[in-house]
């Protein structure tokens, strides 16, 4: 009788004799089966994602640096002078005008995505829209406004031209952020990265047509390639939008205010990083010789390069750190920033010091005996490249924790420190000289950041960022 209730007991699941037992064991190792096997296989989808983001980021790397070797050896100096001019007015005027939505479209769309509010996201979509739009024809505008003085702000001939063209780039370029951001909340950075390599490969095919025929054919050249990539991002990025769950738009009233805060401090953020880059060449233009622009412009391939080094990593911190944020994960985040410093240090060590022996017989290999010259500027540069490459993080964690002002404080302290010394020691050194201000600058962007991470790592974020 016994027995017959413990077979009962089994049966209904409530105390399950021994005949149960090795099925239950079964069933359970099949599970943990099933689960490792699972893990392996999203563990191998995400690294092949990061693999093909790397590969899609370093061949769009090699493409540019193609297209600027081509571009300095086929202009020569003076001719590649009025384009790395042309092409700096162009960022420069892009970025401070045209509204940088594209983070805040990162760290709100996710905070939307993990909360499964699909009618603000879709509300936020079409906003960054217009805004983008906005923002690129102020700077088209601004562009033609300058073409006619270039020649006598910067003293030299040929300028009004290419800038005229260049004023349709901010346009043609806008829809390009918002679609990319469309993958990357699918977590497709994998796709981003090729569509970079796509985007600089016609940028090198429009560039090596247009040079041996002058610069203006060659900034022809670049609009013509910008609309091409510009269509191909822009049909990828509506195709993953479309993906989003079906929903009506919902308004952002509780997070207008937030937003626009957010889009202000970052548009100010990548308005002052853009100094960098594209305010010094122009300030060294304005006092020195039209030639000391070309050669600056060739002593920054190593911070070109080592910014494309660290490309893949920056953008695989801000997809994936955002998403940890959202999700409360902050020491996984602070672990992954360690990580990266430490793994970035480790390869500069070994590179800088053959890149530093080697530079003079790098410029003449790679771009010609003219550049030569660039010779010391393009070391002082390097050294800088450096500490940009171990502080790469820079970019993306500030966004991450949503506190894009840190880039402003910061990037700012940078640029007050940049301008001055650029217009003094470019006007006395000239190429060298503005390379020197750089140096300056980048050190003391590094020594900010890194006393204001350790005070975020160790205050906590909400005590240690508040505006």
């Known amino acids: 009788m016994q027995e017959e209730d413990g077979k009962r007991e089994g049966e209904d699941g409530r105390s399950p004799g021994p005949e149960r037992l090795p099925e239950r064991r079964v069933q359970q190792a099949g599970g943990h089966r099933a689960a490792t096997i699972l ?29 600027t070797v081509v571009a300095a050896r086929v202009l020569g100096v003076d001719d590649f002078a009025l384009l790395a001019i042309v092409l700096a007015a162009v960022g420069l005027l892009q970025t401070l005008l045209d509204l940088t939505v594209e983070e805040a479209l990162t760290k709100y769309g996710f905070r939307f ?5 699909w009618g603000k996201l879709r509300r936020l979509f079409r906003r960054a829209m217009a805004v983008k739009l906005v923002g690129a024809v102020l700077a088209g505008l601004a562009l033609l406004v300058l073409a006619p003085f270039a020649d006598a702000i910067f003293s030299t001939e040929g300028l009004a031209a290419p800038l005229a063209i260049a004023a349709l780039l901010p346009l043609v370029q806008a829809p390009e952020g918002p679609a990319a951001t469309a993958l990357i909340l699918h977590g497709r950075y994998d796709v981003r990265g090729s569509f970079l390599a796509l985007s600089m490969g016609l940028r090198l095919a429009g560039v090596a047509i247009g040079a041996t025929m002058g610069v203006t054919e060659a900034v022809v050249g670049i609009v013509v390639a910008q609309v091409v990539a510009t269509a191909c991002v822009a049909l990828a990025g509506w195709a993953a939008f479309r993906r989003f769950p079906a ?28 100094l960098r880059t594209s305010l010094a060449p122009l300030l060294l233009g304005v006092v020195a010789p039209a030639v000391q622009v070309g050669l600056f412009r060739a002593a920054m391939i190593p911070q070109q390069g080592f910014g494309t080094l660290s490309a893949p990593a920056r953008m695989i911190l801000l997809t994936e750190q955002t998403a940890q944020w959202e999700r409360g994960e902050h020491d996984r985040v602070f672990a992954g920033i360690r990580r990266y410093s430490t793994g970035a240090a480790a390869l500069t060590a070994v590179l800088v010091v053959p890149l530093f022996v080697l530079m003079p017989d790098l410029l003449r290999l790679v771009l010609g005996s003219e ?13 800088a490249a450096v500490l ?19 880039r402003v404080w910061t990037h700012g302290l940078e640029t007050l420190v940049l301008v001055p010394l650029t217009l003094a020691f470019g006007a006395a050194w000239g190429a060298t000289g ?34």
Do not use: C, H
């Not at 893990?39 to 493409?63: K, W």
């Not at 550049?371 to 050294?383: I, N, W």
């Open 434 to 467: 503005a390379a020197a201000a750089l140096l300056v600058a980048t050190v003391v962007f590094a020594v900010a950041w890194a006393l204001l991470f350790v005070r975020v790592r160790r205050d906590g974020v909400t005590v240690a960022v508040a505006p």
């Open 371 to 383: 550049y030569v010259a660039a010779t010391d500027a393009a070391r002082l540069v390097l050294v």
């Open 388 to 406: 940009q490459f171990v502080f790469g993080w820079t970019k993306s964690f500030p966004v991450t924790i949503g506190r894009p002002n840190l």
């Open 247 to 274: 929903a009506a738009d919902v308004p952002l009233t509780d997070e207008t205010g937030e937003l626009r805060r957010f889009v202000v401090s970052s548009s100010l953020a990548t308005g002052v990083v853009s």
């Open 39 to 67: 893990g392996r296989v999203m563990a191998s989808r995400l690294i092949g994602r990061r693999s093909t983001t790397a590969a899609g980021i370093y061949v769009s790397a090699i493409l540019g640096f193609l297209a």
């Open 113 to 117: 995505v993990t909360a499964g509010e």
